[in-house]
């Protein structure tokens, strides 16, 4: 018994903006930005928020499966910026789409969240007793940024994406996921300081902060092993692979990356140019835009490969 995706949905917020509107409030250039990370626009949240976000994904992807919600056995949502700390963002979905026999909660992988919603889903369908999951990937970045330090906010975006799995005969043939919490510190932000009585903090609220050259460096040596270990398992050579669909953090990774498998840049299809980097949502939103225009059909066989703050990493070889 495996996971088998068979529906999928997204949600950007309304709102874009340019290089070109950043120019407008920061020290930057649409040049700059481009040149180093291939990103042009990111949709950021106005009116939106991270679980509106995911609701509107969860019913197109609900819609695309053909699945009710009732259906439904198991939510998982990625996220790292869920709007409140508790309830879950998963509880408030299950309850606004009525999928009332659905158990729902939370993780925190970061951009690697997706994928290890996709092993949860996967591993609760091994125990037998669950046979439809929700999972997603949703972020509102824009709110953990300092608007102030153009070396990161300048990078990331808001939205969210979902996938409906169901448990099939085939569909995820290996996954592999892997954490490194010793060099966590190169990408992070720290939530709310100790604050009681008994302490006196005045502690500024932090955002995201990132040493982006170990990003990057981690990210070009781990996600091609990851990725190549997915394949071994499942006995596949990258060439059988028809698309390879990766976090969306930066165009040079992804080049990196298919450089080091010696794959063609036309079989890692992007949307960082217009969504930057969404975190847990860039690779459920960039599946759903691959499988809505029918890119991917019955049998093909897909990578799908996570990477980020934990620091954290996940793989799937999938046929579709
Ligand atoms: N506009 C103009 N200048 C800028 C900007 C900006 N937005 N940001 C930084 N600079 C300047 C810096 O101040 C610095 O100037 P200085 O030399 O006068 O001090 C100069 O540009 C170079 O800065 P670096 O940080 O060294 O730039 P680098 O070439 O390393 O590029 C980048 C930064 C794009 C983040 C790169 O390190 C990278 O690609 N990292 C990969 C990590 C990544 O993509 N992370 C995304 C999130 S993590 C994830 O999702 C896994």
Known sequence: MTARIIGTGSCLPIKEVSNF??????????????????????????????????????????????????????????????????????????????????????????????????????????????????????????????????????????GAGAAIVEAADTGIVSMVQGSDGARGGVLSCYNRPVNNPFVTNDTALDYTSMTGQEVYKFA??????????????????????????LHQANIRIIEAVAKRLNQPMEKFPTNLQKCGNISAASVPILLDEVNRIGMINKGDKVVLAGFGAGLTWGAALLDW
Not at 74 to 92: K, M, N, Q, Y
Not at 227 to 233: A, Q, T
């Open 21 to 158: 509107d950043l120019e407008k409030i920061m020290d930057t250039t649409d040049e700059w930005i481009k040149s180093r990370t291939g990103i042009e626009k990111r949709h950021i949240a106005v009116e939106e928020t991270t679980t509106s976000m995911a609701i509107e994904a969860a019913k197109r992807a609900l819609e695309n499966a053909g699945v009710g919600a009732e259906e439904l056995d198991l939510i998982v949502v990625g996220t790292v910026s869920a709007d409140r700390h508790f309830p879950s963002t998963a509880c408030e979905i299950q309850s606004t789409l009525g999928a009332d026999k659905a158990v729902a909660f939370d993780i925190n992988a970061a951009c690697s969240g997706f994928l290890f919603g996709l092993s949860i889903a996967n591993a609760y369908f091994a125990s037998g007793c669950f046979k439809k999951a929700l999972v997603i990937g949703a972020e509102t970045l824009s709110k953990m940024m300092d608007w102030n330090d153009r070396s990161t906010c300048v990078l990331f975006g808001d």
């Open 220 to 245: 070009v040596r781990t996600v091609p092993e990851a990725i190549l270990k997915v394949l071994k398992e499942g006995n596949v050579n990258p060439d059988e692979v028809k698309y390879f669909v």
